[in-house]
Nanobody
């Protein structure tokens, strides 16, 4: 059974940077779209970024475009999220997710597998 395990969360001051990583077990990692979502207290889970299996295409929420970068290493079965210029409103639990198709990537209900989440807190 595929497992997704996130790491790299923590506390950072506004304007700082963090790098999240997600390690996936299982086979055929390169055939899956990988994504990051986040959920702040009292809010719905929202799309952050996604990357196609070949890493040829990336997708970002408008709120993080230009500040966050998603990447993957299909030889290591990992997907990373580099977060720069962090803002207090980026504070949330960040989740790694996996799905087969890139269609409707922003809908969390269409992602098949999820990690346990990692907390990111940005202080002002």
């Amino acid at each position: 059974q595929v497992q997704l395990v996130e790491s790299g969360g923590g506390l950072v001051q506004a304007g700082g940077s963090l790098r999240l990583s997600c390690a996936a077990s299982g086979r055929d990692f390169s055939t899956y779209v990988m994504g990051w979502f986040r959920q702040a207290p009292g809010k719905e889970r929202e799309f952050v970024a996604a990357i196609s299996g070949s890493a040829g295409y990336t997708y970002y929420a408008d709120s993080v475009k230009g500040r966050f970068t998603i990447s993957r290493d299909n030889t290591k079965n990992t997907v990373d999220l580099q977060m720069n210029s962090l803002k207090p409103e980026d504070t949330a639990v960040y989740y790694c997710a996996q799905k087969h198709s890139v269609l409707n990537y922003a809908d969390p209900n269409l992602w098949a597998r999820w990690g346990q989440g990692t907390q990111v807190t940005v202080s002002s």
